[in-house]
């Protein structure tokens, strides 16, 4: 059973850096690829951040340049790292893989950027 517990959410004021964590049981991060997802208010769920088996990433044009991904092979944990945090970052982050798992989706992290 695959399970993904996001962590790292805060509340944070814009210009702040925050750094997300997706520990994963029951997949190996590393044999797949993985995104960070977010949901704000209101809105669908969409993509944020790739990062393919072989190490290569993406992100959508809002964060480029702003946000990281990475993962611990040995931990078996995905990363986001975000810097100079908008109030339009305000959402709830995801992990999962890329395209995602319907039966994977996890309680998610709150990030609240606040201006």
């Known amino acids: 059973q695959v399970q993904l517990v996001e962590s790292g959410g805060g509340l944070v004021q814009a210009g702040g850096s925050l750094k997300l964590s997706c520990a994963a049981t029951?997949?190996?991060?590393?044999?797949?690829?993985m995104g960070w997802y977010r949901q704000a208010p209101g809105r669908q769920r969409g993509l944020v951040a790739t990062?393919?088996?072989?190490?290569?990433?993406n992100f959508v044009g809002s964060v480029e340049g702003r946000f990281t991904i990475s993962k611990d092979y040995a931990a078996n944990t995905l990363y986001l790292e975000m810097n100079d945090l908008r109030p339009e970052d305000t959402a709830v982050y995801y992990c999962?893989?890329?395209?995602?798992?319907?039966?994977?989706w996890g309680q998610g992290t709150q990030v609240t950027v606040s201006s």
């Open positions: 999962n893989t890329v395209p995602p798992d319907s039966r994977a």
């Open positions: 029951g997949i190996r991060i590393n044999f797949n690829d």
């Open positions: 990062i393919t088996v072989g190490g290569t990433t």
